[in-house]
């Protein structure tokens, strides 16, 4: 980034004070610089998926990039068919395509119901990968990374603080007597896996903060070295 | 046909790929990536589609001249010249062929000098909303509320050059109540330990919640609230 009192500099100090002028009140310049960071995050996001996703992934797989430009990339299906005769295993993209474009009918009030078919696919394939993924590396890696010799004070700490934490967890049986004194120990580590989170939340936010503080006097006004 | 259709499409779909893990031939070796892909392109039309509702949406407040219109115009022109700038390349060096984010781009300018400073304020805003939250939740009202402060708090202290110079006096024998080794015990081993809980916690609850989406128990994402119909 250019240093400086340049025309771009100026924007994006501009918005940067818009932004934090909501401290004061909410005002037409936050109003203005938040509408124009909906519609040009959108935006931004939008192009992004497109060369990442559709283009490669899809355009570019079926051949559908090489029959409408002159693009130097591999061939794709079509262009393996009209080559070599043969049906490549790419055209099954095509299903990503058509439930995809599938999704657009929720546009069309009386075919709106048909959208339903690529939102299943989508929440069948993240339950699909979610039950097996999940498992085997959230589930079963933490409980084994849990099963420590309780050699040390640090290892006896985290033993008793995973299993209390997920005996709060556990609503099948009420939190009475031994379940009860153990939920109430898993709560002081939540309590403080919380703390932790916030700090973490807290230092994050600010350096952000700084940052654009630093943008605005340093490199806008070039007020410090 | 309604219902049933998007059921047995989940069904079908969430077995295969539970099933392919206990196979690692082909063609199930591949499925999960495969189906991963699939699901990267579907979700572009689901942004395609959330791009043309913010247009419809504000297209009809500028229309019908609700209040605060004009924002309206601010958040369409942004959305549009982001992606005309972006789809076409426009200023690429390259032209179309080049990196999108090559510098000299409109795309990469407009990313730079507009969408990052956007971003990055008003995520620093947080930082105030978090302070002044922190203000009425940091009132030490009960044993578990003053945990959760003194932990954030020697987070925050060891995180930072002051928490040093807090406690650099300590003798060795009490370097760990140096707040920055404080600090580290604390994210390393309690910390650690409710990380873990929670961790566990949200893996049995998105277990159950896939394995009641594949055999069609939850069915709120097809609308209507779970009705059964």
């Known amino acids: 980034m250019e240093t400086g009192f340049t025309l771009s500099n100026t924007i994006a100090a501009i918005l940067t004070i818009g932004i934090i002028s909501f401290l004061w009140k909410d005002n037409p310049l936050y109003k203005l610089c938040e509408s124009l960071f909906v519609g040009v995050s959108a935006g931004y996001w939008f192009v992004s998926l497109y060369y990442q996703n559709l283009l490669p992934k899809l355009f570019d797989t079926l051949g559908l990039t090489q029959l409408f430009t002159s693009a130097d990339i591999e061939p794709g299906a079509i262009q393996i068919l009209i080559n070599e005769g043969r049906v490549d295993n790419s055209f099954l993209y095509l299903i990503a395509g058509i439930l995809g474009a599938l999704m657009l009918t929720r546009l069309i009030p009386n075919l709106g119901w048909i959208s339903r078919w690529p939102l299943a696919f989508i929440v069948g394939t993240t339950s699909g990968l979610y039950f097996t993924t999940y498992f085997q590396s959230n589930a079963m890696a933490q409980l084994r990374s849990t099963i420590l010799p309780l050699d040390s004070i640090g290892n006896v700490v985290i033993v008793i603080g995973t299993v209390c934490g997920l005996v709060y967890f556990y609503f099948s049986k009420e939190h ?41 006097f340093s490199t806008w006004l070039g007020l410090t070295g | 046909m309604r219902r049933q259709v998007p059921l047995a499409i989940t069904f079908i779909v969430g077995w295969t790929l539970i099933i392919a893990v206990f196979i690692p031939h082909p063609p199930f070796g591949q499925l999960g990536e495969n189906f991963t892909t699939y699901f990267d392109i579907i979700a572009v039309f689901a942004f395609i589609l959330g791009g043309g509702n913010l247009i419809r949406v504000h297209g ?23 992606l005309i700038a972006g789809l076409f390349k426009i200023g690429n060096p390259d032209g179309l062929s080049g990196d999108l984010t090559q510098p000299g781009s409109l795309f990469q300018d407009l990313y730079t000098y507009i969408f990052a400073p956007l971003q990055a304020t008003m995520f620093s805003l947080l930082a105030f909303f978090v302070a002044s939250a922190s203000y009425r939740a940091f ?34 024998s009490l370097s760990f109540f140096h707040i920055p080794n404080l600090a580290y015990w604390i994210m390393t081993i309690p910390n650690l330990a409710g990380q873990r809980a929670i961790l566990i916690g949200i893996s049995l609850g998105v277990i159950a919640m896939s394995l009641r989406l594949i055999l069609g128990i939850e069915r709120s994402y097809l609308g209507g609230e779970g009705e059964r119909s």
């Open chain 1, 176 to 216: 009475k007597g031994v379940m009860g004194g153990a939920a109430r120990v898993g709560v002081w580590f939540l309590m403080i896996t919380f703390g932790a989170s916030f700090g973490y939340t807290v230092m994050s936010r600010m350096s952000l903060l700084i940052g654009r503080f630093d943008f605005i």
């Open chain 2, 60 to 82: 009809n407040k500028v229309y019908k001249k609700r209040q605060d219109w004009p924002y309206s115009i601010v958040t369409i022109l942004g959305f549009v010249v982001v």
């Open chain 2, 139 to 172: 009132r030490a009202k009960n044993k578990e509320a003053t945990v959760l402060l003194v932990a954030a708090f020697i987070i925050l202290l060891g995180r930072t050059p002051i928490g040093g110079y807090l406690t650099f006096w300590l003798p060795e």
